[in-house]
Each structure stands twice: as structure tokens, then as C-alpha cells.
């Protein structure tokens, strides 16, 4: 699958859906890209399974423009077993850790730890998502140590073919608060 997308001022926007193969996947990421005016982001990733359990990556990431050029690689890796996920990730400018379970059919609870270099602060989100078959509704939320708490839910119609979501983010520590409202067709 490949998505394209070409402006006059910005350059093209291209995202290549990647590849997967039977132990491995590839993707290729264009942002703001242009050969004639040099600009751009592109990013690569990889991931290549070593064992059924346990996959290896990475990803480089390239930016050209405005008289700048930086580039930043990140190494990382997955450990599933049924269903529970552990993940991490660590690059020059941040480090990722996850760890994802599924309960049952209903229930789904994860963990994200980040660490950021160069603001030095570091983050941690609870998340959980409650599927509610009989009701045709699902509600995730999260809740973190910068102090966010946010939730969405979304009821499906069993005779229309949308849905309707309502979510909100409320962060105490900034005192700002966000509330949503969506429809999603097909």
C-alpha cells in the first residue's frame, strides 16, 4: 500500500504501508519531502523476529532543512507471550518501555514508562480499555504522572453502520480540559 501526497510550497508526503513478511516487517515514511529544494523528513523501520517470542528492530530517522540536518537512530525490541506484551525502545533522545496484557475478551490493561533526554522528565501512563459486547460500546482511558486523566467511549449501532464517541482529557497539574465528540462512519 502506498498513500502519496503532493503540495507546491511543501513537497511530497508519502508513506509506503511497508511490507511483512512471514518473520519480519518494513515501512518507509516520507514527510515534507523534495530532491529539488532539499527538505524533508524520512523515517525506516525494520523489525526482524528472532524467535516466535522475541522481535528486534529498528528505526532511522532523517531531517533535512532550514540549513539543518540531523539524523537519530532507535533500537528496539518486543517480547510477547499469549496475551502479554513487553516492549522497549531507546534511542539518543528517549527511552520506552510498555507492557501490554489482555485479561479476557472485555478487559485490556497496559503500562508506558518514557524518559526524554533532553527536557529530563520522564512520564508514566496506565492505560485500560473495557469492551462491552451486549452494550455494542468500548471505553479506554489512561491516567499518568504528569497528572492527565483521559477516557473515550464509543457506542456502536447494531442497525446503522456508525459510531458515536465521546471522549475528554482533563489534565489537573495545567488546569486545562478537553471534551470531544465524534462520529464514525462505516
Same mark, same amino acid.
Given at each position: ?83 502479554? &506484551?513487553?516492549?522497549?525502545?531507546? /534511542? *539518543?533522545?528517549? +527511552?520506552?518501555? =510498555?507492557?501490554? $496484557? ?11 514508562? &518514557?524518559?526524554?533526554?533532553?527536557? /529530563? *522528565?520522564?512520564? +508514566?501512563?496506565? =492505560?485500560?480499555? $473495557? ?56
Amino acid at each position: 500500500v502506498v498513500a502519496t501526497q503532493s503540495t507546491e510550497s511543501s513537497g511530497i508526503n508519502a508513506e509506503y504501508g511497508g511490507y511483512k513478511g512471514k518473520d519480519f516487517s518494513a515501512q518507509l515514511t516520507m514527510v515534507n519531502a523534495s530532491v529539488i529544494n532539499p527538505q524533508g523528513i524520512w523515517v525506516a523501520h525494520y523489525l526482524q523476529s528472532v524467535t516466535d517470542k522475541l522481535a528486534l528492530g529498528g528505526e532511522l530517522l532523517f531531517q533535512h532543512g532550514m540549513g539543518a540536518r540531523n539524523a537519530a537512530l532507535t533500537l528496539g525490541g518486543r517480547f510477547r507471550d499469549g496475551d502479554t &506484551e513487553f516492549m522497549v525502545k531507546t /534511542g *539518543e533522545q528517549s +527511552t520506552n518501555m =510498555g507492557f501490554y $496484557v489482555k485479561g479476557n475478551e472485555q478487559v485490556e490493561c497496559s503500562v508506558e514508562f &518514557e524518559y526524554v533526554k533532553q527536557m /529530563g *522528565e520522564s512520564i +508514566t501512563t496506565f =492505560g485500560y480499555a $473495557v469492551d462491552l459486547p451486549k452494550g455494542l460500546s468500548k471505553f479506554r482511558g489512561s491516567i499518568d504522572t504528569d497528572w492527565s486523566v483521559a477516557g473515550v467511549l464509543e457506542k456502536r449501532f447494531e442497525a446503522f453502520p456508525f459510531a458515536f464517541t465521546l471522549s475528554g482529557l482533563l489534565n489537573h497539574k495545567k488546569n486545562q480540559a478537553k471534551f470531544g465528540i465524534g462520529f464514525t462512519i462505516g
